[in-house]
């Protein structure tokens, strides 16, 4: 048995971050020249631990707290830095993903890594702590945005105004398109779900939107219409087509009993269940239909209070229907 | 409670999509072939096992929020089943067995069929 990767957001982030997202731009940097007790002041100024050193653009090393540590337990605190700096210098390319940072930290075991550009010039440095801060943004801000469409839309019906405010969502549905099938309802459980709606809610207005669009997929001549009209207290899916009819209404609706040939029933389809679903997820369920016309499924839910969250209650308070 | 890894592990089923989402527990099992049957009946978070293995699998799975299908005899979702599945973060697992021999260990691993409906 292959072991199965996991991954979490913050893995995923590791893989996207360009590296410039999270390293630090305004890097402090000293020169070759540079004494060891002027970096002593340059490090305690900043707050830092480490700097490269740079002779004009070119980097020639890197130096940190420990060499000024080493300088200053053998007295040589008034050297050059060039003379006690590190020459090997580890850098990384700024449009590099973070996790290319994080394997060089681990395989070099250094405090700091210099980041450069397409001409090798240095525009960053990165510490592990630069990746963890611009980590936690990078998770805060898809968490904003997505907090703030959730937001807009779930509150739709209190934001429009008007006497009766409802969002109608309409999707054509293909005859014989079994590929396709529960596009459309996919579609209606997101919208729902971005509205607020509460988990059982959407399962039942879900499955019913499922079995009435696989009705049409399975037996409209040229498939038909899915309708759902969304208002804070009430939802009605409805499901329209142009034939070919249904001759025995009451048949149909009675469990077990399905018109579907053979193929479609070893897709697992055509179980004569589908109706039965809808009107034991539904509040209420209406079928009309007329040979050679067309056939019009209505069904309801109720949203007792609201559609809004708290609506928990509306599951007990559905009336039973068999 | 057991999750999805574990039950890949131990019934030696191999996952095939979403496998992001394999630490996912399930609550207890299903298995019919019949689409509606297991829209009406697969419990929210528990694990269906089927031989069906096409695209309304994976809609049947994400509109229940199944925590994962097993499919069996060795049939294989094709190329856009897979693809569907992952982006519904549906976990499609298959197995050689049979829906039989795979419930029966299921069963051993202590996941329960829930009398009545969801």
């Not at chain 1, 879900?206 to 038909?224: F, P, R």
């Not at chain 1, 208002?231 to 609706?253: C, M, N, S």
Request: proline letters at 3%; a neutral charge.
């Amino acid at each position: 048995m292959e072991q199965v990767p996991k991954f979490t957001k913050l893995q995923e982030l590791i893989y996207e971050l360009p590296i410039e997202r999270v390293m630090k731009k305004n890097v402090i940097k000293v020169s070759p020249n540079t004494s060891m007790s002027e970096l002593k002041e340059v490090l305690r100024v900043n707050r830092i631990s480490g700097v490269p050193v740079l002779d004009g653009d070119q980097l020639v090393g890197i130096i940190s707290i420990e060499d000024l540590l080493k300088a200053l337990v053998e007295g040589d605190i008034l050297a050059p830095v060039k003379k006690r700096m590190t020459t090997q210098t580890i850098t990384v390319h700024e449009s590099e993903s973070v996790v290319e940072a994080v394997k060089k930290f681990a395989q070099h075991k250094v405090g700091r890594l210099l980041v450069v550009n397409e001409q090798g010039k240095v525009t960053g440095i990165l510490t592990g702590g630069d990746i963890t801060r611009g980590l936690l943004e990078a998770i805060s801000l898809d968490y904003h945005a997505e907090e703030i469409s959730r937001y807009r839309a779930k509150h739709i019906f209190e934001d429009i105004l008007s006497d009766r405010t409802s969002l109608i969502l309409r999707y054509k549905v293909k005859a014989k398109d079994f590929k396709s099938g529960g596009r459309a309802s996919s579609k209606i459980r997101r919208a729902l779900d971005r509205l607020g709606a509460s988990p059982d809610v959407i399962r039942r207005i879900a499955i019913s939107a499922y079995e009435a669009e696989m009705n049409l997929i399975i037996h409209a001549d040229e498939g038909g219409e899915l309708i759902a009209e969304m208002q804070p207290d009430v939802i009605r899916i409805t499901a329209i087509d142009h034939g070919p009819g249904i001759p025995d209404v009451e048949q149909a609706l009675s469990s077990g009993y399905s018109t579907a040939p053979n193929w479609i029933r070893e897709l697992g389809f055509g179980a004569g269940m589908g109706l039965s679903n809808i009107q034991r997820c539904s509040d209420s369920m209406k079928l009309e239909s007329k040979v050679g016309v067309g056939s019009k499924l209505k069904i309801v839910f109720q949203l007792k209070p609201e559609l809004i969250e708290g609506s928990d209650q509306s599951g007990e308070q559905r009336k039973e229907t068999t | 409670m057991i999750s999805l890894k574990e039950i890949t592990e131990k019934v030696n089923i191999k996952p095939v999509s979403s496998i992001r989402s394999l630490d996912r527990m399930v609550v207890g099992g299903y298995a019919s072939d019949l689409l509606s049957c297991a829209l009406r009946s697969a419990k929210k978070d528990s694990i269906w096992v089927t031989l069906q293995c096409h695209q309304n699998v994976v809609a049947v799975a994400s509109l229940s929020g199944l925590a994962g299908v097993i499919i069996t005899e060795g049939n294989e979702p094709d190329q856009e089943t897979l693809t569907r599945a992952e982006n519904e973060g549906v976990v499609l697992m298959v197995t050689p067995k049979t829906t039989f021999t795979v419930v029966g260990e299921l069963t051993r691993l202590g996941i329960q069929g829930e009398h009545g409906t969801k």
